[in-house]
């Protein structure tokens, strides 16, 4: 193009000019509107003096499940052991939750697989016991308490976002945590489905190596004669545990609670388990 303007005399090399300018305008133009999108925060900074930058206390990595008895059970409220709702804000986090992750270091870090996963019907309520949200940000974890204030920073593109816990999950033994869709959206999981993420706890409104209330949950099967079955053998077995059979989203699940919700006794439980259909899994309940 620059050769005929050429030959066609100043005229026209002027013309072409004006026309190359004209589309550096708009392509300047274009690229400004690509900008003004919000960058992602950057990851949480490293500890001095520590090659990772994550303290890791030590925490059993089982997965977990809700943290409320299913509503069929047909003994009386305090009998059935109900766990009381844990609050978040709207939205799942707070301007003040923001500030706090951007001006404190996390007490706690570990590394895992992400998933996502959406409501599969209007109005199911989490395990924290309110109504679950897929615009909030919002996370399920199997262990954390609930309440729990993290960012979740994506491995492969540094995409990382704040929000708390509030559901159990992810129920598949080689991912660690299943976020909203507002969530995924936000650490950049939403289109993979997948990815490796870095899990930073900064607040827990519960410690996290001691105390909490637990149990062991066996899942899933697809039919409720298998689970029903489980649950008759476990009886016999914990004869002074509540082992409990209930219905999930297509699945059917047995949950055994030890004396008093305690935590070294659902451990020992889970690590004993081999069901032979399904997988052993220790929960927090609060």
Not at 55 to 71: G, I, S
Not at 89 to 113: K, Q, R
Not at 222 to 231: N, Q
Request: aromatic share 6%; hydrophobic share 35%; with cysteine.
């Amino acid at each position: 193009m620059i050769l005929r303007a050429r030959l066609a005399g100043d005229g026209r090399v002027a013309l072409a000019a004006a026309g190359v300018l004209v589309c550096l305008l708009a392509a300047g133009c274009g690229h400004k509107q690509v900008a003004q999108l919000p960058p992602q925060a950057a990851p949480p900074p490293l500890h001095p003096g520590n090659d990772t930058g994550r303290v890791r206390p030590a925490l059993p990595n089982y997965p977990t499940e809700a943290n409320r008895e299913p509503a069929t059970t047909t003994t009386t409220t305090a009998s059935r052991g109900r766990i009381d709702i844990t609050p978040i804000p709207d939205g799942g986090i707070s301007e003040g939750d923001l500030e706090y992750v951007e001006t404190h270091d996390p007490i706690y870090s570990f590394d895992g697989a992400a998933t996502w996963y959406r409501s599969p019907y209007k109005g199911r309520r989490a395990a924290n016991g309110e109504v679950f949200d897929n615009n909030a940000l919002t996370a399920a974890n199997r262990t954390l308490p609930m309440g729990t204030l993290i960012r979740v920073t994506n491995l492969k593109t540094g995409q990382s976002a704040a929000m708390r816990v509030n559901d159990r999950g992810p129920f598949v033994p080689d991912k660690n945590i299943d976020l909203s869709i507002a969530s995924a959206k936000a650490v950049g999981i939403y289109y993979s489905g997948t990815a490796p993420v870095r899990i930073d706890v900064y607040r827990a409104p519960k410690p996290l190596g001691t105390g909490g209330r637990w149990c062991v949950q066996i899942g899933a099967f697809t039919s409720r004669g298998k689970a029903e079955r489980l649950k008759a053998k476990l009886k016999d077995e914990y004869p002074d545990a509540r082992v409990i059979e209930f219905s999930g989203e297509r699945s059917y699940w047995v949950r055994i609670r030890p004396p008093g919700d305690d935590r070294q006794q659902a451990i020992s439980i889970a690590q004993r388990l081999r069901p032979e259909e399904g997988e052993a899994y220790l929960t927090r309940l609060d």
